[in-house]
């Protein structure tokens, strides 16, 4: 009996493997095809540059003390006046500031770094494709 | 009789985890993958260690979902598509049951803030008769004789 | 043959039933101007049920966490008014901002809605840039930040004050009340430094603003 039913869920959870290997697949290749916008950079090519990125977060306090990409450096507009001292004390001028947030519809990083692009007059500002999400393997 | 309400209730059970696996794999109102927002949703209840972990349950977990409601209907499969059907109810019954024991947002899908907060005891409620409705299937399929032959 | 009868007047029951619910939304679009001393505000986005069936408003997206939206009740009867208030917190924003709210409702047969809210957060002193800062080894030459009130609103600094006296900063007047510089130049560049230059003006009049220039050598 119980020999029964383990095996039939076996086959029912192999079963159900097939089509999400598959979906999964085909996910993953075809968020490459998306194309980028001016002043955007994708995750792998962040990647390879390795220790030459500093990562800069855009979203809430809340959601940065939560998680957050290793190394970032919270910047947001709810508390920029507060934020951008320590930020500027921490910035490594040598380095490719990368600002993230949410990831989806989210337009809090292009505004964070139009206004390190305009207001500190920052050069080789870059935000990430998909943000946060895009980090977490979405 | 009762093998009309065995019927009906396999249908029931079977069309609403069709239904609700399919939302998870397809967003058909923006139509794209559904995947990113349900990754996301299972993050919100704080319960797995690593985001790749919450990103491979919701590409398999729906494909489960649909795989084991289409099961329900084949003789040979019934009982471990019950039996899978039967775990998802519990997992997902505990994982609401401990979002409301610990106080989480679980509605906001982080790109925004929603009006309002998930209704927990609706949740509880939907999740416990769903539960209560695979159990009876299992039941049934668990009672009911093998039709392999028996050995010589 | 009964049962083709009934199940046909059940189909036609179940298609005509679906009468069109609407709200219909006064402003869809709102602008406001505000200054960074506001904290933020309240735009009413009203509504009036003017369809035949009862409308239930099911949720409400704002498109950043700093904007909030609120409904007095969910479900509107035909004739019935109604109004989303959206609460837009500007924190530390400047310039244009743009918030907008998805609506949707049980009748989404047209598909949800988007209010849209714009402020423009309007600072009368502009400020370029609010950063300075050498590289070390760099020639220890002075760099200007310009400081300009819009026309029609004069702004007059009192005085500036630098935090790290190894970060020397010199007012300039180029016109009263319009148009100033600030130069700042650092002793040397062999080390790294930090430090700020306090700008005091004297508007608005009943709550002055200082300004917060931020000079660095990395």
């Known amino acids: 009996m119980i020999a029964r039913a383990a095996r039939q869920l076996a086959l029912v959870l192999a079963l159900a493997l097939v089509p999400a290997v598959v979906s999964g697949a ?35 306090r809340a959601k940065f003390e939560r998680t957050r990409i290793p190394g970032a450096l919270l910047l947001n507009e709810d508390e920029w006046d507060k934020l951008v001292g320590p930020f500027l004390d921490a910035w490594d001028a040598d380095k490719t500031l990368v600002v993230y947030c949410d990831g989806g519809s989210c337009e809090a990083s292009h505004q964070v770094a139009a206004r390190l692009r305009k207001d500190l007059m920052i050069g080789g500002v870059l935000v990430l494709k998909g943000g946060f999400a895009e980090w977490q393997g979405l | 009789m009762a093998g009309l309400v065995i019927a009906g209730l396999r249908l029931a059970v079977a069309g609403v985890f069709l239904y ?48 084991a409601a289409s099961a329900l209907f084949i003789r040979r499969l019934a009982l471990g598509a019950a039996t899978a059907l039967l775990g998802l109810s519990a997992v997902f019954l505990g994982a609401v049951g401990s979002a409301w024991w610990r106080g989480l947002d679980i509605a906001c899908g982080c790109f925004g803030k929603e009006n309002a907060p998930a209704d927990f005891r609706f949740l509880l409620l939907r999740n416990t008769a769903l539960l209560a409705a695979v159990t009876v299937l299992f039941l049934h399929e668990w009672r009911r004789p093998s039709p392999t032959p028996p050995h010589p | 043959m009964h049962i083709r009868i009934l199940f046909g007047l059940a189909t036609l029951l179940l298609l005509t039933s679906h009468s069109r619910a609407q709200l219909q939304w006064d402003n869809l679009v709102q ?18 049920n003017t369809g035949a069936k009862a409308v239930t408003i099911k949720s409400l997206r704002a498109s950043c966490g700093c904007t909030t939206p609120r409904l007095e009740k969910e479900t509107y009867v035909p004739g019935e008014a109604g109004a989303v208030v959206a609460r837009f917190v500007f924190g530390d924003r400047k310039g244009p901002q743009r918030k907008t709210i998805e609506v949707r409702t049980d009748d989404d047969s047209a598909g949800p809605v988007l209010l ?21 080894g760099d020639a220890a030459t002075a760099k200007t930040i310009q400081l300009t009130a819009e026309a029609g609103q004069p702004v007059r600094i009192k005085r500036i004050i630098a935090s790290n006296p190894r970060l020397a900063a010199k007012l300039e007047t180029v016109k009263a009340g319009e148009h100033y510089t600030v130069a700042v130049t650092p002793t040397d560049t062999t080390q790294k430094e930090s430090g700020e230059v306090f700008v005091l003006t004297d508007f608005p009049a009943d709550a002055p603003r200082t300004y917060i220039l931020q000079v660095r050598v990395k």
């Open chain 2, 20 to 67: 609700a696996g399919t939302l998870k794999i397809w967003d058909f109102t923006h139509l794209r993958s559904a995947t990113p927002d349900f990754t996301i949703a299972i993050q919100n209840f704080r319960l797995l260690p690593s985001p790749d972990l919450a990103l491979l349950l919701a590409v398999y977990l729906p494909w489960l979902e649909v795989t």
């Open chain 3, 31 to 48: 602008q406001f101007q505000r200054t960074p001393q506001d904290e933020g505000l309240e735009a009413r986005f009203t509504f009036r």
């Open chain 1, 26 to 60: 085909w996910q993953l290749a075809w968020k490459k095809a998306e194309p980028l916008a001016a002043g955007e950079v994708r995750l792998a090519t962040a990647r390879e540059w390795g220790a030459r990125v500093q990562w800069v977060d855009a979203r809430s």
């Open chain 3, 116 to 136: 849209d809210l714009r402020v423009l957060i309007h600072d009368p002193l502009t400020i370029q840039p609010a950063l300075v800062y050498w590289k070390r």
